[in-house]
């Protein structure tokens, strides 16, 4: 499978983005999908995650109330709306498949190459 995020870029702080992430391949619609983000000199950490069955699994409490993760298995597009935007949201942002179909446990086996985002104050 290949995933290709896009739709990062420069914002202002208050401002909004949306991510995408397109899966190639069949099977897009029973696997959990992820978005994760690397700051600058930080680890990776995890953002917000779908389930295959599209409940919402999990946000980060930096960016609950803020950031909307959704899903159309039609497009096979895994989205991340982000709103209110900060400084500290500044990141590269990846998104990634969980490796086990109909699994919201197993280790995240593929990724994509990443979209930058970057809020400015």
């Known amino acids: 499978v290949q995933l290709q995020a896009s739709g990062g870029g420069l914002v202002q702080a208050g401002g909004s983005l949306r991510l995408s992430c397109a899966a190639s391949?069949?099977?897009?619609?029973?696997?959990?999908m992820g978005w994760f983000r690397q700051a600058p000199g930080k680890e990776r950490e995890s953002v917000a995650e779908i389930s295959w069955s599209g409940g919402i699994i999990y946000y980060a409490d930096s960016v609950k109330g803020r950031f909307t993760i959704s899903r159309d298995n039609a497009k096979n597009t895994v989205y991340l709306q982000m709103s209110s935007l900060k400084p500290e949201d500044t990141a590269v942002y990846y998104c990634a498949r969980r490796g086990r179909i109909y699994s919201d446990s197993a280790d995240y086996g593929d990724w994509g190459q990443g979209t930058l985002v970057t809020v400015s104050s």
């Open positions: 391949g069949r099977g897009f619609s029973s696997y959990t």
